[in-house]
């Protein structure tokens, strides 16, 4: 039997994603449900270890469903990587009786959250926001949706110049290690090429490929570019390449940078957020500590939080193959 948990806290950490303030209000909501406490923690793990603490109730988060960002603010902590920062922040934690911690973040709040429970034994349930949808165990992260949306939304205008002026548009969007919101938007957007990390397309075969688009009557060409895609040096050397080998191509970068984070979430993330912050309480209350709650085959499910940050969540390979055709 394990103990009876009476205080919840919650948090936002690493990059801020739209949805996370509908999570936020669903463990909030949750708590007041079953006449628990709740307390919102500010400024990821800096603000524990810093004791930036605030009592939450039901009337505490109205109207922030449709809000971008989180309320609770994020930031990265390097103290919190060192034992110290941890002792302090789980002094914190007992010094204001709280009993459980919820944990919004990625990759990099798991691993703190997966070590803060070895040392202390703490219960942590995590649940995944982030925007690149690169976290093992769940389909979806909260925000991804929202953010491919934002960039469709972009790449849609950019098409209209690019064909107003016969040019060929480098699009860069979000995804340092992991390509999903490239290969789902270029899909989404009709690209005619789609570079990410997983896939190396190499110089040689793009050119082949925008050589072929170009005979077969295309005048204008949309390339989405995830960053971490090193088929380049960066996106920009890439466009100097491409104007040296093909001429004929007027070449235009545009990086999408953080507009793709922000705005009013989907309604499929106010959804997903929803559902995964309801659960995240329940699973504490539950006593149940050290898992990740995500959405596989539309059915909420648990994972342990190593398994979310030691696996590998992999490209959809039928999209890949899809987004040659689609390109011809």
Do not use: W
């Not at 007041?32 to 810093?50: K, S």
């Amino acid at each position: 039997m394990g103990k009876q948990i009476k205080k919840i806290a919650v948090m936002t950490s690493g990059g801020d994603s739209p949805g996370m303030n509908a999570c936020i209000r669903a463990v909030v909501r949750s708590c007041a449900y079953y006449h628990i406490e709740c307390v919102g923690i500010f400024r990821g793990y800096q603000g524990l270890i810093e004791g930036d603490l605030k009592k939450m109730n039901a009337r505490s988060v109205h109207h922030i469903i449709q809000k971008g960002g989180t309320i609770l603010k994020t930031a990265r902590s390097k103290e919190f990587r060192t034992k110290n920062g941890r002792q302090k922040a789980h002094k914190q934690l007992i010094d204001n009786n709280i009993d459980a911690l919820v944990l919004i973040g990625g990759d990099g709040t798991f691993t703190g959250g997966m070590l803060f429970n070895q040392e202390f034994n703490f219960p942590i349930i995590g649940v995944p926001g982030t925007i690149d949808n690169d976290i093992f165990g769940t389909d979806y992260t909260i925000g991804y949706d929202t953010a491919l949306n934002n960039v469709i939304y972009a790449i849609d205008k950019i098409r209209d110049t690019a064909s107003s002026h016969n040019r060929l548009f480098l699009v860069e969007v979000m995804g340092r290690d992991a390509g999903f919101i490239a290969l789902n938007s270029g899909i989404g957007a009709g690209a005619e090429e789609i570079l990410i990390p997983e896939e190396k397309l190499g110089l040689k075969r793009l050119l082949e490929s925008l050589k072929r688009s170009r005979r077969s009557g295309k005048l204008s060409s949309i390339v989405v570019v995830s960053e971490g895609d090193k088929i380049g040096k960066n996106v920009f050397e890439l466009a100097e390449y491409i104007e040296e080998n093909l001429p004929e191509y007027e070449v235009r970068v545009s990086v999408l940078g953080h507009m793709q984070r922000g705005g009013a979430p989907s309604c499929f993330d106010r959804v997903l957020a929803s559902k995964l912050g309801v659960k995240a309480v329940e699973l504490l209350l539950d006593n149940k500590t050290n898992l990740m709650v995500g959405l596989v085959n539309n059915k909420i499910k648990t994972i342990p939080l190593e398994k979310a940050v030691k696996g590998n969540h992999e490209i959809n390979k039928e999209l890949l193959r899809m987004s040659d055709i689609l390109s011809v």
